[in-house]
C-alpha cells in the first residue's frame, strides 16, 4: 500500500500531468526535427560514402566512425559548455538537436550503405546499359528497392534518437524527463517519474512492436 | 571500311591478367554475329566493353555509330543506342512489367507518359506478354522475364542489341520462346552481338559465327565455316564437345 502510494500517487500525477504534457511535447519536437536532420545528412553521407573520389569517401568515413565511437553525451556537453568558448552559443534545444543529429547522421549513413550495397549489381548495370542517369538510376531504381531494407533499421535508429532526447536534460532542456524531476522535487515525491517512463514506453512501444513485424514479414523472404 | 560496330585492338586487363587479348572487330548495320566459345574465353568481357559497362585499356578503341565509345559525355548517347540482354534479366523487381519499359523511354528520350506507354504495349505484344503488363516480374516465368528484358531494351530503339547468354539460366521448355523472339528480331534489321551456348539458334540464324578461346578471337566465319569446316583444332574441339554433349 505505501508502495502505491510512493510511486503510483494519483493526486501528485494529476498534478504533474500540465508538466509532462508540456515536457513530451518538447521530446518530440525534438526527436522529430533531429530524426529528419539526420535521415537527410545521413543519406548525403551515405552517397559520399560509396561513391564521391576516394579521399571525400576517406573523410565521410571518418566522420561516420568519429560519431559513432563518441558519447552521445560528450558531445552534446561539449556542444553546449565548451562551443561558447569559440563564440557559438547555442540553446538548449538546439544544442541537443545538433548533437543528437550528427549521431543519427552517422548511424543512418551506415544504414543506407548497407541496404543500398543489398541491391544486387545487376540492378545498377540494367539502369546504365538503358542509359539511365546517374540521378535516375538512384532516384527510379536504386533507392526505391534500398528504401524497403532499410525502414525496419532506420526505425530502430529513430527510437534511440527519441530515448537519446533524455540526455538533453543535463543542459536544461525542459523535456519529459527534466519536467519530471522537476514535478518530483516540487511534490517530494517519485510519482511523475515514474509517469514519465511510462509515457516513453507507451510512445515507443508501438514502434518497437513495428520493427518486429517488419522484420518478421522481411525476414519470411518474399523474394 | 569500318563496321557500324569498330573494334580495334581491344585489350581489357585485370591486374597481370589479360582477360581480352587485342580483340579487331567489325560488324556491319543489321548484321547477326554469334559470339561462341569455352568458359572463362572473354566473350562477356567483349561486349560490355561495347557499352562500356566494363572499362578497357586507353591504347583500345571502339566506335559505335560513328561515335566513340570513352567514358563521360558521349557514353550516354551510345548506351541509348546500344542495347543490352542480360543471363540473370536484371528487371526492375518494384515496377511493373509495363513501367519496367515505359522507364528508359521517359527518363531519357524524355518520352511522355502516354507515348511511353503505347510504345511499351506495342513491343509487349510484339513479344507476346501484353496480357502480363501489369504483373511484378517476380510473378512471371523466366522465359517470359527475358522476354520482357528484350522489350525493355527495345523500347530505346536501339540499333544494336547485345545478348549475354540470354538463354543460360532458363529452364530448357522456355529457351524456344526466347530464341523465337530474337529470332523475329534479326529479321527486322536490327544489329546484333549474341554470346550463345545455343549452336542451332546460331547457325540457324548468324550471319557471322566468332569462336573465342583464352582473350582471342581464334576463327570467324559462316555458319558453315565455323561448325562444318572449322580450320582451327581449338576451335574443332571445343565445337565437338559441346555437339556432342
Ligand atoms: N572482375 C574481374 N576480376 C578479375 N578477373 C575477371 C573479372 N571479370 C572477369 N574476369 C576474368 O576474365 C576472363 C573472361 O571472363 P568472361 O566473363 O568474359 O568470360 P566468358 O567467356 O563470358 O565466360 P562464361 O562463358 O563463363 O560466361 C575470365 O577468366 C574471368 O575469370
Ligand atoms: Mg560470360
Redesign the pocket.
Known sequence: MELIETFFNSEVLIRAFPMLMKGLWITIKLGTVSIVAGLILGLLLSLVRLYAPSSVQFLARVYIDIFRSLPLLVLLIIVYYAFPFIGIRLSPFWSAMLALTLVSAAYTAEIFRAGIQAIPNGQFEASQALGLSYRHMMLDVILPQAVKIVIPPLTNNSINVVKDTALASVVAMPDLLKQATQAQALSANPSPLIGAAIIYILFLWPLVAAVSRMERRFGAGES | MTGFVSIKNLEKH??D?K?LKGIDLDVAEGEVVCVV??????????I?CINCLEKFERSSEIIVDETPVIPGKSLAKIRAEVGMVF?SFNLFPHLSVRRNVMLAPMRVRGASKVDAEAHADTLLKRVGIFEQADKYPKHLSGGQQQRVAIARALAMEPRVMLF??PTSALDPEMVGEVLDVMKNLADTGVTMIV?T?EMGFARQVADRVIF?DG?EIIESGTPDDIFSNAKEVRTQNFLSAVLNH
Open positions: 585485370y591486374g591478367f582477360a566459345g569455352p568458359s572463362g574465353s572473354g566473350k562477356s568481357t567483349l560490355r543471363q549475354d547468354e554470346v551456348h573465342m582473350g
